[in-house]
Every structure is written in C-alpha cells, then in structure tokens.
C-alpha cells in the first residue's frame, strides 16, 4: 500500500493498522531502524531529538504508538519523503 493510503487510514483509524504498516510509514517519514529488541522497534530522524518506539502486538500497531507518529508528524510539519515543509 503507497504511504499516502497508509496515512489515510491511520488518521481514519489508529487502532486498525498492522504493525509492518506503523514501520511503513515511519520509514516513509524520513525515520530510520536504530535497533530491535524482542517485540520493539525503534525509530529514530536525524534532525529531530524524539525517537519512535513501536511495539508488535500479535502483529498489530498499538493505536497511541500510530497517535504519537502522526502527533510527531504534524508538530514537526514532516511530508512523505522526510523533508519537512516549510
């Protein structure tokens, strides 16, 4: 699915995307895997102090962790593609 629709569907319904989405769409952002333990991911941009964690529930995205990217995504103006847009 393209990141656009990801989005989409994250704004619609944070509680409905899979996890391999939630990674998606981070990595469409800009940010990057820095290192896995067990069932977490972390994520993490160059330019921004805060990191991603997102945890695999039985292969489902936890919907505060898809509300704190897209709360990231829009305090921080970040487009598909990692620029952000000034």
Known sequence: MKPEKLLQRARQNPSGLRFS???KLAEAFGF???RRKG???IYA???LR???N???DAG???AYQVRQLLDCVDRNQLT???EPND
């Open 80 to 82: 598909i593609g990692g």
């Open 21 to 23: 989405e939630l990674c």
């Open 60 to 62: 489902k995205a936890k």
């Open 39 to 41: 069932s977490h991911r």
């Open 50 to 52: 805060e990191i991603m």
């Open 54 to 56: 997102f945890q695999d």
């Open 45 to 47: 941009m160059d330019r």
């Open 32 to 34: 990057t895997l820095q």
